[in-house]
């Protein structure tokens, strides 16, 4: 069964340090989505991105994060200077475009963590 | 602003007892409802979901009815098992477009033998 991955697992960076975490959706979906879990708090929103444009933001995505789909496989969201709260699960999730408002799915997660 | 309020857990059952989870939200309109699930190590994966009012989503002997009245999705499972232990979290995608989920903070399940 298809699957959404996401790539490192954990990552460990210094304040102040960029970060670029990558996911790889599943192949035909045209949606993709980045979302955040700080350690013991909901599960937040951050972006939405379709035809190589984001068409939702959140009020968390200002100008230190950025998304890209470098290729046709590819889907980063980049952190430009880290800071301490920055430190979440950071989960990548895609949609096929005829079932979009139905299902995403989710890849299993990046944990970074900002030292 | 829309939001999500789940039951606090942990939860611990033994195998076979019934399981409630309770979820309630504010929206306005019709936002579909949904419930997702994680088990240990993996994403978070679509449980079941419901896009009207009194609609009933069910999977895997899970149900969850729509509730407009009391604005509530909650949970059930009437014999649970060892591997339903798993983290379980309500959301809502709201009427109009916005292709977002709104999560609730997600309630652990432990079942034991």
């Known amino acids: 069964e298809p699957e959404v991955t996401q790539t490192p697992s954990h990552q460990v960076t210094q304040m102040g340090q960029e970060v670029i975490l990558r996911c790889v959706p599943i192949?035909?979906?045209?949606?993709f989505y980045w979302y955040r879990q700080i350690l013991g708090q909901k599960v937040e929103f951050l972006v939405s991105?379709?035809?190589?444009?984001?068409?939702?933001k959140s009020e968390i995505f200002d100008d230190q994060f950025s998304v890209e789909r470098p290729d046709g496989s590819n889907f980063t969201l980049k952190i430009r200077s880290t800071k301490l709260e920055d430190s979440a699960m950071y989960f990548c999730a895609s949609s096929d475009p005829a079932d979009r408002i139905d299902t995403q799915y989710f890849g299993p997660g990046t944990r970074l963590t900002v030292l | 602003g829309n939001s999500v309020t789940q039951m606090e857990g942990p939860v611990t059952l033994s195998e076979e007892a019934f399981l409630t989870i309770n979820c309630t939200y504010t929206a306005t309109g019709y936002p579909s409802l949904f419930w997702y699930v994680q088990y240990p190590g993996e994403g978070l994966q679509l449980l079941l979901k419901a896009t009207k009012a009194d609609d009933k989503g069910s999977n895997k002997g899970f149900e969850a009815t729509y509730r407009k009245e009391t604005t509530s999705f909650h949970l059930e499972k009437g014999s649970v098992q060892v591997s339903d232990s798993a983290v379980y979290f309500c959301a809502l995608r709201s009427q109009g477009g916005s292709e977002k989920l709104v999560f609730g903070k997600g309630t652990k399940l432990t079942v034991n033998p």
């Open positions: 192949s035909n979906h045209l949606y």
């Open positions: 991105f379709y035809n190589n444009e984001i068409s939702e």
